[in-house]
């Protein structure tokens, strides 16, 4: 997952504000110290507690990188468990209720896919494509890895 973070430069400072997410922005003295901090920001806000209904929206595609628009990655982790609430959501679920459609025995067992603790195996992926269709693994990964 990509998003972007237009840069701009103030009184020798940066500071960066991602295009998509109202309210996600960063600023540093550098410009590598932006780019670390954008990162941060990102996965900050994109990883909501897990009881909160609110939804931050996917990345734009026809948003496209230039001079001064940077394409800053989501860590794969953080993604996936995005990915995970964001489909349950769109498609009216509770996590109760997604549980149950994955034949899980316990809603722990759910909710650590909507964590950061969750290390899916394909088995696990190929239930999660039963009742999400449109999800695709890709999308929770750093394009330069999900082109190869």
Known sequence: MLYHFKIHKEAGRFW??????????????????????????????IQEPIDSSDLAVLPDSSIKKSKNI?????????AFSFLMKYFRIKHGYTQREA???????TLYSYQRLES????PSLKLIAKIKQIYPEFSIDQALPQSIAKR
């Open 16 to 45: 960066a504000e991602c295009l998509e997410l109202p309210g996600c922005f960063t600023q540093a003295d550098t410009l590598n110290d932006l780019r670390k901090n954008m990162q941060e920001a990102l996965n900050l806000y």
């Open 70 to 78: 940077e394409e800053v990655p989501v860590d794969p982790t953080i």
């Open 99 to 105: 549980a149950q459609k994955m034949g899980f025995d």
């Open 116 to 119: 950061t603790k969750c290390n």
